[in-house]
């Protein structure tokens, strides 16, 4: 689809005039999308990302393209990003800003959040048993797992 940028004129009583996405291009950023925390990228979960600048030219121009995934986070001072899968088992580790595949970690869970600590380097997981999904739970969705990064192991 197209995306449009309205910036924020000077004097609030003017109409803002829209930054696009450049005329023929396609982008299928729908859905859910995150913003890199130095606000240099869009990221979709559908895998488009585009590059978001300070001035019409820069903005909204297309990026490198990533796997669909469930969910992302971007460590901008340790140079990473990373995927959650969309099969929900994989965590994909990207580097960053340039998005070029590292490695792929192998779950034994099946997550469907995630969230970043950039301080601490610790990746959290709403995660589920994929053995609970044939039984019917008490009362709980699910777990947390809270991983290092250097305890994630490269899948074989």
Sequence with gaps: ???????????????????????????????????????????????????LGS??????QPGPKLPAHLAAAVDV?????????????TIKRFSYPAMQWQSSHRLNVLAHQMG?????????LGVIDPAALGRPR??????LHIYELKD?????
């Design 1 to 51: 689809g197209k995306i449009e940028g309205f910036p924020i004129p000077v004097k609030l009583d003017e109409k803002p005039i829209p930054s696009s996405t450049p005329n023929g291009l396609e982008l299928s950023v729908g859905g859910p999308f995150s913003l890199s925390p130095d606000g240099k990228f869009l990221i979709s979960q559908t895998g488009a990302t585009m590059r």
């Design 55 to 60: 001035n019409r030219e820069d903005d909204l």
């Design 152 to 156: 994630l192991a490269p899948a074989k």
């Design 138 to 143: 008490a009362k709980a969705f699910g777990d």
């Design 116 to 124: 970043y600590d950039n301080i601490s380097g610790r990746l959290f």
């Design 77 to 89: 001072e340790r140079g990473l990003l990373l995927l959650l899968a969309a099969d929900g088992a």
